[in-house]
């Protein structure tokens, strides 16, 4: 069992920065992927940026080379840098980990972070 807790979100202008974190329970290093996708209302949930162990990040068209995602494998915390910011990237923001157990995986959420991009 993960329990993922997401910090950061709030209200910021378009054009601005955010920065978001995810506090994991366990190790992040013993998980298979982490990362941060998004569900803006009567949308559908959407990749945001993961985290691939050992290496590798993937991100969505929608951010590339605005949104950056980071990991602190002695804090077990993975955070989602986000530049250049969006009326529409205004959704809430869930934290996403991957485990592979004897050939099954499992997928565990946060609970959730509101940002609100706007004037």
């Known amino acids: 069992q993960v329990q993922l807790v997401e910090s950061g979100g709030g209200l910021v202008q378009p054009g601005g920065s955010l920065s978001l974190s995810c506090a994991a329970s366990?190790?992040?290093?013993?998980?298979?992927?982490v990362g941060w996708y998004r569900q803006a209302p009567g949308k559908q949930r959407e990749l945001v940026a993961t985290?691939?162990?050992?290496?590798?990040?993937n991100y969505g068209d929608s951010v590339k080379g605005r949104f950056t995602i980071s990991r602190d494998n002695a804090k077990n915390t993975v955070y989602l840098q986000m530049n250049s910011l969006k009326p529409e990237d205004t959704a809430v923001y869930y934290c996403?980990?991957?485990?592979?157990?004897?050939?099954?995986?499992?997928?565990?959420w946060g609970q959730g972070t509101q940002v609100t991009v706007s004037s």
């Open positions: 366990g190790s992040i290093v013993s998980l298979h992927a």
């Open positions: 985290a691939r162990n050992p290496s590798g990040t």
């Open positions: 996403n980990a991957v485990v592979v157990r004897a050939g099954t995986t499992y997928d565990y």
